[in-house]
């Protein structure tokens, strides 16, 4: 027979468990691997995007339209999308320390839009992010950037263009300038993009 200590012990113990296996409020849950971005380099990288073929950035901006897309170097698991390698037709890949002290990644440059049957090439285009949407839990909700604080993104079919940047200060991933285009919310290369 166990004692009355013992078996409390035992309770607690198999309380904690039950509360880490559904999602204790204290851990934080494992995250999604298509709702993850990164930027490694030009050629291995994941980018959100709308998850239904031919739909606008905006249209997809509800939870379950958007979806993880890696270049081919980048894809490392089944539930993401993959990105024609020919997706960017000029890219920069940059990476170093902002003014304020804190790390950076980025990818600024030219795509093909016509090349991703995600998107619609006359879409003026929107933002995906880490850090806004409602409450500020990103869009799409929950959305990281793998060893980063924050990331902010924009994709403009209509403009032949896309920019992507993972920061670890919140202040070099701007969320307030969306409607802007990718050269004022990310300073980088755009080449000529027509």
Request: with cysteine; net charge negative; glycine share 12%.
């Amino acid at each position: 027979m166990f004692s009355k200590t013992t078996l409390s012990l035992a309770i607690s113990v198999l309380s904690y468990i039950s509360e880490v296996a559904l999602g204790s409020p204290t851990l934080e849950a494992r995250q999604s691997a298509d709702n993850i971005v990164y930027v490694t380099n030009a050629a291995a990288f994941c980018m959100i995007m709308p998850r239904t073929p031919h739909t606008n950035i905006g249209d997809s901006e509800h939870p379950g339209g958007m979806q993880t897309y890696c270049s081919p170097n980048g894809k490392y698991d089944s539930s993401q999308g993959q990105l024609p390698a020919n997706f960017w037709s000029n890219v920069e890949f940059t990476t170093g320390t902002s003014s304020r002290g804190a790390r950076f990644a980025q990818l600024t440059g030219c795509i093909r839009p016509e090349t991703l049957d995600r998107l619609n090439p006359s879409d003026g285009g929107g933002q995906y992010d880490s850090s806004g949407g409602a409450g500020g839990r990103g869009n799409p909700q929950g959305s990281v950037c793998l060893g980063y604080n924050h990331y902010v993104k924009l994709v403009e079919p209509g403009d032949r263009r896309a920019c992507i940047k993972c920061c670890d200060n919140y202040d070099d991933c701007p969320l307030n300038k969306d409607t802007q285009g990718c050269p004022n919310v990310i300073q980088g290369n755009y080449f000529d993009c027509w």
